[in-house]
C-alpha cells in the first residue's frame, strides 16, 4: 500500500537518518573540542544540542502530514514545528546561560553556528548523492 507522498511521486525527507548523522557530526565537533579543555567541550555540545532539539521538534512537527488534501494541515504544522523551534531554542539558550557554570560562550556560539551550516549540508552529505528535483 502506497501513501499519498509515494502516490504523488514526492516523498518524506529521511529526517531520522539526517538527525542520526548531525548527532555523530555533534559528538565529533564536541571530542574535537576537548583539546582545549573539558569546559569547551561540554560547552560544544551544548550548543549544539541547543541547535539539534528544537531542529528534531520542527522536523517531526512540519513533516508528519503528506498530500494534497493535507494542505492546510502541512502549512500549519510548518507554522507551529517553526514557532516551536524558536522558542524552545530561546529557552535552552537561557537555561544553559544560567544554570551551566563554567561555561565556554564562544565554543557553545561557535558549535551552534558549525550546526546550522551542517544542517544545510546534511541532505548533500548524509546521502551521500544529490536529491532529485
Not at 582545549?36 to 541547543?50: H, M, R
Not at 493535507?70 to 502549512?75: F, G, H, K, L, S
Not at 564562544?106 to 546550522?116: D, E, P, Q, R, S
Request: include cysteine.
Amino acid at each position: 500500500m502506497m501513501t499519498t507522498a509515494q502516490h504523488s511521486g514526492i516523498s518524506r525527507p529521511p529526517i531520522g537518518r539526517w538527525l542520526l548523522f548531525q548527532c555523530v557530526m555533534l559528538i565529533l565537533i564536541g571530542l574535537a573540542f576537548l583539546v582545549k579543555s573539558p569546559v569547551a567541550s561540554y560547552s560544544a555540545l551544548l550548543g549544539g544540542l541547543i541547535f539539534l532539539l528544537p531542529n528534531a521538534y520542527f522536523a517531526f512537527k512540519a513533516f508528519r502530514y503528506a498530500g494534497a488534501r493535507a494542505a492546510r494541515q502541512i502549512i500549519s504544522s510548518f507554522y507551529q514545528g517553526e514557532a516551536g523551534k524558536l522558542i524552545l531554542c530561546a529557552v535552552l539558550f537561557t537555561t544553559v546561560f544560567i544554570w551551566i557554570q563554567p561555561l565556554d560562550v564562544a565554543a557553545l556560539f561557535l558549535t551552534f553556528a558549525i550546526m546550522l551550516v551542517i544542517n544545510w549540508l546534511t541532505p548533500l552529505l548524509a546521502s551521500g548523492r544529490p536529491q532529485r528535483s
